[in-house]
C-alpha cells in the first residue's frame, strides 16, 4: 500500500511568491490532515477535508492559504502571497474513518520563504 | 482549546538504558492520546497509541500510561537502540479527530 505522498519535497521561493504544495493520500483514506511545523516548534493543525468538504479550517493562520480537495482525492494547498513566517515544514495525513482513527503522515514539504 | 505540554526537549541515554517522556494536556474532553517517532527527513510515524479508557498499553519495548485524572501521559521505551533515536511528539485528539501536538523531545541513543 503506498503511503501519502508529498509534493515537492522541498521549495525556496521569494517573499510575494505564490507556491501550491500537493499531498496524495491513502487509497480510500476519507479523511485528509494539513499540518504546519514552523521553526523546530510543535506540529500544529491546519484544516481537515472529509472527502472534498473542508470539516475544520480553523487552524488556517489567514486568507493567503487556500486548500482545496476537488473530488475528494489529492489535494492542493496554496500559500498566495508567500510571508517570511510561512517558512516551515508542510505536513500532510490521512486516515480511514473519523472516531480517532490513527494518521498517516506524508514526509513534509520544507518551504523556505526567502 | 487543547494545549499539550511535552517534557523533556532533549533527551541523551546510554545504550540499553530506558528512557520516558511525559506529557500534559489541558482538555478534559480529549480521550485519544497518539504518540509519533519522526526521523529525519521523513515525516512522523505512529508508534503507539491509548484511548481514555484504558491507562496502559505496551507493545515490545515501548509503554505508554494514561492519567486521566491528573490529565498526564507517558512514553516508556525500554532497552533502548541506537536507532531509537529521533524527535518523538505525542499528542492529545478529540472526536472531531483534530490532533494537538506537543513540542517534541529529541532523544539520543549513545552506543
Known amino acids: 500500500e503506498a503511503g501519502v505522498t508529498q509534493f515537492p519535497s522541498h521549495s525556496v521561493i521569494e517573499k510575494g511568491q505564490t507556491v501550491t504544495l500537493r499531498c496524495d493520500p491513502i487509497s480510500g483514506h476519507d479523511n485528509l490532515y494539513w499540518y504546519r511545523r514552523v521553526m523546530g516548534k510543535e506540529i500544529k493543525f491546519l484544516l481537515h477535508f472529509v472527502k472534498e468538504s473542508k470539516q475544520d479550517e480553523s487552524g488556517m493562520p489567514n486568507n493567503r492559504f487556500l486548500a482545496e480537495r476537488t473530488g475528494g482525492t489529492y489535494s492542493t494547498l496554496k500559500v498566495q502571497p508567500a510571508e517570511l513566517e510561512d517558512s516551515g515544514v508542510y505536513f500532510c495525513?490521512?486516515?480511514?474513518?473519523?472516531?480517532?482513527?490513527?494518521?498517516?503522515f506524508g514526509n513534509g514539504t520544507r518551504l523556505t520563504v526567502t | 482549546g487543547e494545549n499539550v505540554e511535552q517534557h523533556p526537549s532533549t533527551l541523551s541515554v546510554q545504550e540499553g538504558d530506558s528512557a520516558v517522556i511525559k506529557c500534559t494536556y489541558s482538555d478534559s474532553a480529549s480521550n485519544y492520546f497518539p504518540w509519533y517517532k519522526q526521523e529525519l527527513g521523513k515525516g512522523p510515524q505512529l508508534i503507539i497509541d491509548i484511548r481514555s479508557n484504558v491507562g496502559e498499553k505496551k507493545d515490545q519495548r515501548i509503554a505508554v500510561t494514561l492519567n486521566k485524572t491528573a490529565k498526564h501521559f507517558s512514553l516508556h521505551i525500554t532497552e533502548t537502540q541506537p536507532e531509537d533515536s529521533a524527535v518523538y511528539f505525542c499528542?492529545?485528539?478529540?472526536?472531531?479527530?483534530?490532533?494537538?501536538f506537543g513540542g517534541g523531545t529529541r532523544l539520543m541513543v549513545k552506543p
Open positions: 499528542a492529545a485528539g478529540d472526536a472531531g479527530n483534530m490532533l494537538t
Open positions: 495525513a490521512s486516515s480511514q474513518g473519523v472516531w480517532n482513527s490513527p494518521l498517516h
